[in-house]
């Protein structure tokens, strides 16, 4: 006899990248609003905390020291330097989604996206290609989906439904390094 939650196979990371100016942040906000049991997860990052943020809700602010325990702990998928200020993706509270069944999408620039398919390569990544825009066929060539930005809401349909779809083998979870 199994349970719902014991039948449930292991949901799938969806990595969602694009160029500048590819409106990847109007997309996640309204896949948010369509799908809420989407998570997207919260990053970390050593800059300042800005008046208008809550900690643990926009950013998880970390001392740069701290920052750099969790880099050498392998507790963040993901990092990079922006400026003086290093952001990245907490690993744990990711990994506990995924493996609770819940859809994750994660934001990332390309090479994030690149340092997540390093280290979970049966993550899917979605390019996000703005209109207009022709995307380099060796860039295209990484991801396993470009989803067109001709229109916001087509965007957004396509990548809910590919949100929904697919659930891999349980091995994919396997992390690198």
Sequence with gaps: MSTDDEARPAARLTV??????SGTESVVELVRARSPS????????????????VDGVDRIFLAPAEFDR????????????MGPHRRGTPYLPLRARLDAGQPVLLPLDLAGAQLVRARLPNARLVLLSPPGHRPDPAVAAAFDHTVAHDRTDRAVDE?????????PDPAWSRVRG
């Excluded at 969790?70 to 330097?81: D, F, I, M, T, Y």
């Design 70 to 81: 969790r880099v050498a702990v392998g507790e963040l998928l993901e990092w990079s330097r």
């Design 159 to 167: 990548l809910v439904g590919l949100l929904g779809s697919s659930y």
């Design 16 to 21: 969602l990248s694009g160029p500048s100016g």
């Design 38 to 53: 989407v998570w997207i997860p919260v990053p970390a990052t050593t800059r300042p905390r800005r008046e208008t943020e």
